[in-house]
């Protein structure tokens, strides 16, 4: 960027790229406090607003977080990194550990929010993606949320049809070593095909509630169907995630 790009972008903007030049050289650490808008009023003489504008910018990229009363601090949290295709092989989740597992490490995971609904009507989106006969179908309907270090990071909405469910543990909300996709194989249903797809958008205010988002985060949404070796759609699985929590790695044979 030349000088005179430069002076052409707002002066909140500037006051953000020299804070998060700071924050990435580690001039300003994980859990370090920032300049409060009184500092940066003096060291760069702006008012209020441009100095709250500046902070803002970096809170909305997830690089800063504020704390009531305190201030506003680099985030300290790391990123996690969500192994697209490891995380859903057969040996990972065949041999009793969960899917999430190859995302968290040795980290604090929490799933709460926990509700099972044995027989719902799958509506026409549902019915669509799983190949059932009508909207009023049944299917079996997991929603969860997964708290990574006291943060959520992400909630989760599976679907499956009742059938192939009931009577089962995959209506418990534990499903058990390997969870659904085990319990699945047990059944005879073993997904061999994953296909996920992925997009971007800015959050509901349910959405910004449930993940405590920073104003202006987006949220990433992954919807994942888990198809048996003859195709059969077992499993539709969508995901919201904090995109400022999460790193998407893909890694595979070309």
């Known amino acids: 960027m030349t000088d005179q790009d430069s002076g052409r972008r707002p002066k909140y903007q500037r006051i953000a790229d020299e804070l998060r030049t700071a924050i990435q050289s580690g001039d300003f650490a994980p859990g370090d406090r920032l300049p409060g808008e009184n500092d940066l009023m003096s060291t760069y003489d702006v008012a209020r607003m441009t100095a709250r504008q500046a902070l803002s910018v970096l809170r909305?990229?997830?690089?800063?977080?504020?704390?009531?009363?305190?201030?506003?601090?680099?985030r300290a949290f790391r990123p996690l990194r969500r192994r697209g295709i490891p995380r859903l092989s057969h040996a990972h989740w065949g041999a009793g550990r969960s899917v999430w597992s190859a995302d968290i490490e040795d980290r604090s995971l929490l799933v709460d929010e926990i509700e099972v609904r044995a027989a719902a009507p799958a509506g026409a989106r549902v019915a669509r993606v799983l190949g059932l006969a009508s909207p009023d179908a049944a299917v079996c309907v997991r929603s969860r949320r997964f708290v990574l270090d006291d943060k959520p990071v992400l909630f989760s909405v599976s679907y499956l049809p009742a059938a192939l469910?009931?009577?089962?543990?995959?209506?418990?909300?534990?499903?058990?070593?390997?969870?659904?996709?085990?319990?699945?194989t047990e059944l005879g249903h073993r997904p061999t095909r994953f296909r996920e797809e992925i997009r971007c958008r800015m959050p509901t205010a349910e959405e910004s509630a449930r993940l405590a988002l920073e104003f202006g985060t987006p949220v990433i949404l992954i919807s994942r169907t888990a198809l048996t070796e003859t195709g059969v759609p077992v499993e539709l699985n969508e995901m919201t995630l904090d995109s400022a929590s999460y790193?998407?790695?893909?890694?595979?044979?070309a």
């Open 60 to 74: 909305n990229e997830g690089l800063a977080e504020a704390r009531k009363g305190a201030g506003v601090f680099v």
């Open 165 to 184: 469910a009931e009577g089962t543990a995959i209506t418990e909300p534990d499903t058990g070593p390997g969870g659904t996709y085990a319990r699945l």
């Open 247 to 253: 790193v998407l790695e893909y890694d595979f044979d």
